[in-house]
């Protein structure tokens, strides 16, 4: 076999795992994302064939939409909601389970992780019931330290409804971003750690200046994760909880675009939306690695 055989048998080789795998991404992403940017310009119900070229008027409407901005507003909340609440909780659980040497470790872990397996509609009716003003566990828990009984509407604030909806979606990010964190931290060769407890650094030196710089990368991607999987997948949550009410109060981007292509049916519009969501996950990653860029520290 000469050297021109052997080049190409490679190339065939390699292409037949490429090119199907660069059709399945056109199919199932860029023909979806283009054909969304090819009905924003468009006034149509989404229920006929008729469709009204309108050019950027649906773009120009989004900017002088209220509700647009204040779903905007509420997807970054959301954003930096959780990734303070489930990386601090997440690191704070995965150090404690890997460095404090826990009896019942592999236990609190499946404990931990057992909202991940879950399915987010469950996880949103389940919240809905802690919140019930009438049965819920939340007002039950408060009552014993009154001597009335309360029952506060807690999803009924228009100024305070969106922080309601952190808890349960923190709840169930903790578990998947401690297993990752673990993982990482396991990896970390002991060496490490003995030869800082001989120069006398405590724990807390010891996670800054080890366990930090030998799991960024992990850090990184998991907070990469979870903007993207907020500003792309908060829709289900927000519609389960409170349909983006009270007063739009809790709408995000998914939500409304939701209620404008599949309730109003202005399906052009909701196409628009879709389309700014993809702009603002792309600009919003970009900055994110940016701003996380860090030298990466290798283990000898």
């Not at 872990?109 to 399915?119: H, K, L, M, Q, T």
Request: hydrophobic residues 55%; without cysteine.
């Amino acid at each position: 076999m000469n050297a021109g055989t052997a080049k190409w048998q490679r190339n065939v080789f390699i292409a037949s795992f490429i090119i199907p795998t660069l059709i399945f991404f056109g199919v199932f992403t860029i023909y979806p994302v283009v054909q969304g940017l090819y009905y924003s310009f468009f006034e149509w119900s989404g229920m006929s064939d008729k469709k009204t070229f309108i050019g950027l008027d649906n773009f120009k409407e989004m900017l002088h939409d209220p509700i647009v901005w204040r779903a905007i507003g509420n997807d970054y909340f959301l954003v930096a909601g959780k990734v303070a609440g489930i990386m601090l909780l997440a690191t704070f659980f995965a150090v404690a389970l890997t460095r404090f040497g826990f009896r019942l470790a592999g236990f609190f872990r499946s404990i931990f992780f057992i909202p991940n397996v879950i399915s987010v509609v469950v996880i949103g009716v389940l919240w809905n019931f802690i919140y019930n003003p009438q049965i819920g566990f939340l007002n039950a828990f408060l009552s014993l330290f009154t001597k009335e009984k309360v029952s506060i509407t807690w999803l009924g604030f228009p100024d305070h409804t969106i922080w309601m909806l952190l808890p349960p979606a923190i709840w169930a990010g903790i578990g998947f971003y401690m297993i990752l964190l673990i993982a990482a931290i396991q990896s970390i060769p002991e060496s490490y750690y003995e030869a800082a407890n001989i120069e006398g650094a405590g724990q807390w030196k010891q996670f800054w200046s080890i366990t930090v710089p030998l799991t960024w990368e992990q850090i990184k991607v998991s907070i990469l994760n979870i903007m993207m999987t907020t500003l792309n997948g908060s829709f289900v949550i927000v519609w389960i909880m409170t349909e983006g009410g009270p007063d739009n109060s809790t709408q995000v981007m998914g939500s409304y675009l939701y209620q404008m292509a599949f309730r109003q049916f202005h399906f052009g519009y909701g196409a628009s939306i879709g389309f700014v969501i993809l702009v603002l996950s792309l600009i919003t990653t970009i900055a994110l690695q940016r701003l996380m860029r860090h030298d990466t520290v290798e283990m000898s």
